[in-house]
């Protein structure tokens, strides 16, 4: 129920695309899900989120770049990066949250070359 398993990381040249899966091990209508990112030398941050009806939320920086989608019957959430650019580099975390309860995948590496 609180394992989630990121998968799709590796490496790109600059404005290639990867698409990135999280399963959970349990159901998650009840959870809104987001993908977070850190670089490093920086905090981890936001990159997309969906809540439970299915509505996205962006960061400004992948606005028009990546899509986030969510498929409750699989217990997955997707994010799907185009256009990558080299500030896009870094370690993207899977989360599900819903009330008290927060779970975190154990991150998947994206790095994009120039």
């Known amino acids: 129920q609180g394992n989630l398993v990121e998968s799709g990381g590796g490496s790109v040249q600059t404005g290639g695309s990867l698409r990135l899966t999280c399963a959970a091990d349990?159901?998650?209508?009840?959870?809104?899900l987001g993908w977070y990112r850190q670089a490093p030398g920086k905090q981890r941050e936001l990159v997309a989120k969906?809540?439970?009806?299915?509505?996205?939320t962006y960061a400004d920086f992948v606005k028009g770049r990546f899509t986030i989608s969510r498929n409750n019957a699989a217990s997955t959430v997707t994010l799907r990066m185009n256009n990558l650019q080299p500030d896009d580099t870094g370690v993207y975390y899977c989360?599900?949250?819903?009330?008290?309860?927060?779970?975190w995948g154990q991150g998947t590496q994206v790095t994009v070359s120039s």
């Open positions: 969906i809540d439970i009806s299915g509505t996205p």
């Open positions: 989360n599900k949250k819903w009330g008290i309860a927060d779970y």
């Open positions: 349990g159901n998650i209508w009840r959870h809104v």
